[in-house]
């Protein structure tokens, strides 16, 4: 009877646990405060923390300002969104407004993160809570508002178009170095070669018997 009331709260926790995907993730996420866990089921490390998340989500299950959730990187669809968040391994575990997610870096045991939660997920300046904002970013953010959506689209793809700009410079930059890198080793191995040839090691050999001490006849 012990294991059915274990196996059915196990079961429950899983149940309450929010999956984001990208068709759900604006209704999810918009004006809120969210802690999200970036994950691959195959991934180890995220197997052993899956227990803790699951608590830690349940805790916050129903916040109308707080969102504990995860992510899977590697069903249909969802790679391209990891990326975009910069996921690079498994899991990740982001937090903060939902259009500027910052890096978790802290412990993984439930203790810890629940912690980290209480005093993290709160509401924070944002285009849905635009009075928490203050200084340039308020500013910033209400001269967007007064935009048209024609004049921020063409904005937004003007950004794109010179990080778009900026990352082939690097790739560029980034392949003439490797080639002067090959061309330098090259020219190494070859310099390399043409001192050994004249002799380096017969040098090093012949200085060598100098320096050892002459051999005498036994009487």
Known sequence: MMKQFVYFLAFATSASALELTPDNWDAETTGKTVFIKFFAPWCGHCKAMARDWEKLMADFEGSATQLVAEFDCTADGHQAMCEDYGVQGFPTLKYGDPSDLQDYQGPRQYDELKVFADENLKPICSVTNIDLCEGEKKEMIEKF??????????????????????????????????????????ELQMGMEEIKKGGLSLMKSVLKSKDAPESKDEL
């Open 145 to 186: 508002l007064k935009m048209s959506e024609d004049e921020l689209t063409k904005l937004i793809e003007a950004q794109d178009e010179k990080i778009a700009a900026a990352q082939a410079n690097f790739e560029s930059e980034l392949e003439k170095l490797q080639n002067t890198y090959q061309n330098l080793q090259a």
